[in-house]
């Protein structure tokens, strides 16, 4: 069982930057495609950014040039660095794992989230 944990939520101005950083246990990382999701009050969960096995990147439209997702699998590690947030970027963030290795909506592992507040 793969287990994730998220770090590196906060409360920022609108402009500033976070970081958020997924830790994953197991010994098949590499092998996983990661991905971002978040969830705003009252809305559904939407997709983010997600990176594949082979190092493949994809963006939500909403984030392109501003968000930017990599991995360091000798860490077992995929981080989100966001910059230029919006209010419009408030949500829980959450990591997520597929075994399959590319990016798609179907993910087998989830964290728990952290929150990432936008103020304006």
């Known amino acids: 069982q793969v287990q994730l944990v998220e770090s590196g939520g906060g409360l920022v101005q609108a402009g500033g930057s976070l970081r958020l950083s997924c830790a994953a246990s197991?010994?098949?990382?590499?092998?996983?495609?990661m991905g971002w999701f978040r969830q705003a009050p009252g809305k559904e969960r939407e997709f983010v950014a997600c990176v594949s096995w082979s190092g493949g990147i994809y963006y939500a439209d909403s984030v392109k040039g501003r968000f930017t997702i990599s991995r360091d699998n000798a860490k077992n590690t995929v981080y989100l660095q966001m910059n230029s947030l919006k209010p419009e970027d408030t949500a829980i963030y959450y990591c997520a794992g597929g075994r399959t290795g590319g990016c798609s909506m179907t993910y087998d592992y989830w964290g728990q989230g952290t929150q990432v507040t936008v103020s304006s």
């Open positions: 197991g010994r098949t990382f590499s092998s996983y495609a």
